[in-house]
């Protein structure tokens, strides 16, 4: 456990985020960072669009014609000039590059390091439907044309990882709600986790092409208190 | 259309024997509005399916997908090998590269004519689909192990790909020999035009990567019908094996559209601002060949939620993040050259002007989807499919319209009607931002791609039914504009030699439309010449 303290501490110098999950033992919900550098994003975007568009507009506007036989007066550049007109641009771009992947992969960390008390579910993809498979043996699925079956059914508080893998074809597991995807393949186990944190149904839907009934594929997604979901697996695995 | 001086008529013997590149540049430009038409059609009816809930134009909601996937197979299919790759290096490349260089023709004119009829052939067999029962619905990425189960007919797909990427070998060897060994007399390497450099940028990447796509379909092939294993994991295949190699080509691919559509724009951009390419060099071997350079270093972004290991999803996100470093060289560049223009604006400058808004949207919503952990919510869903339709679709289709209008005097002779082209114009840039826009939005909110079914998600409906609404605007646009040409090729205005005062060869040395051997006169070059040399 100490070894392991100090690995993780290695990189933690330099991703923040890792350090200070590891320290405090409390889970990162990976939606708040999701959605946290999302809106760092869309200011870096937003920041760089603008100075574009508005020189665009301004000059389009200005530069306009006058009459038919004119030329423009565009400048010619110096050597040093036109050195410094590819360098520095390149610089600034690539110092935003940096900047956006150092930030992108502190959240990423946080979407691939599994909490330590996160509960198990297998996750099987079949032409075109899931198999949700509990750690106590219970299972549950969802029929898209009956409406029939609970889907994944995942207690409020506890992260849950699913460890999933395919039947058939290539499919892929979206949760729009909580901000993750991963595919699963024939001969292949992925994971992802998720953190419900209250009380709410949303979807997974298959959002990897596989076929007739791909946009059928999906199933509700139910987080709920803790005592209705012992109760629920406890009566799943009575009628196994 | 009369295309040429030497014939008095219309004669079908003469185009479909000709190995004049002008001729066959007219020729893919044909068969590649063809195929942009049906796939443009196959848009409309997607757009309009997915403007209600439940099943619109598709029977019922068992057997749905399978109409549903056969449009989106064509549209991507079409759109991408049958009309944007051909349109741009096909049509654009051929017509106007040896005459921006000085050259009579290009380097081997029977292989550029056999590689005209190999794409014909490929058009012919992605329209195929249309007549058999179990036609392809596997997507214009095909991936295994369902392109190897699904009944569809994956060969045709495989064969399609087969047919256009062959012509597009050949396209490539034939324009890099051409470059390299047919420039005018004195004519150096920073004297070309940047079409001419998007296009060798082009051809490079596609002579490198096209194989790698043959390949990968070859062995899907294999695996459907000959009973190998290359993608089959219980047998011991590797079932990302495909993915991998698909994507080796086709984000390269990406880049063989975008170069030649950024090309045609610094030409257009140029000339109506009568002004030189700011920062020349800086664009071409920063920028250009900055994306040849990167171009293969990248493909895993396309892999991001396919579980492959971390360090190279995270090794892909900073090589994928750096294009924005040639682009960005690329961009700075191109609005420059509006600096201190005397700028005007006829259609063709309408068009590239649109291209510098959706060139800014298209590649800034890039931006998130290069980062690997933004892509974990963001793949697979309309915001996606929006990023690449700003980029790829709508800006490489605008820059063809506007090389198109630009050209349209040198190919034909006659002025394009402005009143009519203005007028679709403006429907195609409403239209398309109409539509694609509002996608941007519910992607965002986990709207997945390729679903005509999206009963779990009743709020995207009133979005859809706008981004139906943009999509017939964009038909209406569409429609006002091939009639537009065809009318002007017919009765339009005499053209006079130079209408725009361009300072390029193919505006200053030859006539329109040009005759064989395009110039009268053999074309030498002095050392102080370039393209955009405006005589300030």
């Known amino acids: ?240 | 259309m009369k295309m040429s001086t030497e014939s008095h008529g219309f004669s079908l013997k003469e185009w479909v024997f000709t190995t004049d590149h002008k001729r066959i540049g007219v020729l893919y430009l044909i068969g590649s509005i063809a195929a942009f038409a049906v796939a443009g059609i196959m848009a409309i009816m997607i757009r309009i399916e997915q403007s209600s809930l439940g099943p619109t134009l598709v029977a019922d909601v068992a057997t749905g997908g399978n109409q549903y996937n056969v449009w989106l197979y064509f549209h991507g299919a079409a759109m991408i090998l049958g009309f944007l790759i051909p349109g741009l290096t096909g049509f654009a490349a051929n017509y106007f590269l040896p005459l921006m260089i000085g050259a009579k023709d290009v380097a081997f004119p029977r292989v550029n004519a056999f590689s005209v009829w190999l794409f014909y052939a490929g058009i012919i067999m992605a329209l195929l689909t249309f007549v058999v029962s179990d036609a392809p619905d596997v997507m214009w990425t095909g991936y295994p192990p369902y392109s190897v189960l699904t009944s569809g007919n994956t060969a045709f797909y495989v064969f399609t790909v087969h047919l256009l990427g062959f012509a597009s070998i050949l396209g490539a060897v034939n324009f890099l020999v051409t470059v390299i060994y047919m420039r005018a007399p004195g004519m150096g390497w920073n004297q070309l035009n940047m079409f001419v450099w998007s296009t060798v940028t082009a051809f490079v990447i596609q002579l490198v990567f096209v194989p790698v796509l043959a390949a990968a379909v070859t062995m899907l092939l294999f695996d459907k019908y000959l009973g190998t294993h290359f993608f089959d994991p219980s047998q011991g295949g590797d079932v990302l094996l495909y993915q991998n190699l698909f994507w080796f080509y086709s984000h390269p691919a990406v880049y063989v559209i975008l170069l030649p559509a950024l090309g045609i724009l610094f030409e257009i951009i140029a000339t109506f601002s009568k002004n030189p390419i700011f920062n020349y060099k800086a664009a071409v071997y920063g920028g250009m060949w900055g994306i040849v350079l990167i171009a293969g270093e990248v493909w895993v972004h396309h892999l991001y939620i396919s579980g492959m290991p971390d360090w190279i999803r995270i090794g892909q996100m900073v090589s994928t993040l750096m294009i924005s470093v040639p682009v960005g060289l690329l961009a700075i560049s191109m609005f420059g050259t509006l600096y201190r223009g005397a700028i005007t604006y006829a259609t063709p400058m309408k068009y590239a002007t649109a291209c510098l808004f959706l060139f800014l949207i298209g590649g800034l919503t890039g931006i998130p989807l290069a980062m690997t952990v933004m892509t974990v919510h963001l793949s697979e869903t309309s915001f996606v499919h929006a990023h690449f339709h700003y980029i790829m679709g709508i800006f490489a289709t605008f820059a063809v319209f506007a090389a198109v209008y630009y050209w349209f005097p040198k190919m034909t002779g006659k002025m394009p009607g402005k009143k009519l082209g203005d007028l679709g114009f403006w429907f195609n840039f409403i239209g398309v931002n109409v539509t694609f826009f509002p996608l941007f939005l519910i992607g965002v909110q986990g709207m997945p791609r390729r679903y005509w079914n999206y009963e779990m998600f009743p709020q995207f409906e009133p979005i859809h039914k706008i981004a139906m609404l943009g999509a017939l605007i964009v038909a209406v646009g569409m429609f006002l504009t091939i009639l537009n040409w065809i009318i002007s090729a017919i009765g339009g205005e005499k053209a006079p030699a130079n209408p725009w005062k361009s300072v390029s060869l193919e505006w200053t040395h030859c006539p329109n439309p040009p005759g064989p051997g395009n110039f009268p006169k053999d074309v030498t070059v002095s050392a102080d010449w370039t393209p955009y040399n405006y005589g300030r």
């Open chain 1, 1 to 240: 456990m100490k070894g392991r303290m100090v690995a993780l501490s290695i990189p933690g110098l330099l991703l923040p985020g890792v350090a200070w999950a590891a320290e405090s033992g409390k889970i990162v919900d990976p939606v708040e960072s999701w959605n946290h550098l999302w809106h760092e994003v869309l200011i870096d975007l937003f920041i760089m669009g603008t100075i574009f568009a508005a020189l665009a507009i301004h000059w389009l506007i200005k530069y306009r014609a006058t009459s038919p036989d004119q030329v423009g007066r565009g400048p010619t550049l110096s050597r040093a000039q036109a050195w410094s007109w590819a360098m520095v641009p390149a610089f600034v771009f690539m110092a935003d590059d940096f900047f956006l992947a150092a930030k992108g992969w502190t959240v990423w960390n946080t979407y691939r390091k599994v909490p330590e008390n996160a509960m198990e579910v297998k996750v099987t993809g079949n032409m075109w439907y899931w198999q949700f498979e509990y750690p106590n043996g219970a299972t549950s699925t969802y029929a898209y044309d009956t409406k029939e079956g609970d889907g994944l059914m995942v207690p409020v508080g506890t992260p849950v990882v699913l460890r999933m893998t395919s039947n058939d074809v290539i499919h892929s597991f979206g949760m729009a709600e909580y901000r993750v995807k991963e595919d699963m393949m024939p001969g292949r186990i992925t994971y992802i986790w998720f953190y419900p944190k209250e009380e709410k149904q949303s979807w997974v839907t298959c959002v990897e092409f596989c076929g007739t009934l791909h946009s059928q594929m999906y199933a509700p997604v139910k987080a709920v208190p803790p005592a209705q979901f012992d109760a629920w697996l406890k009566q799943k695995k009575s009628t196994l």
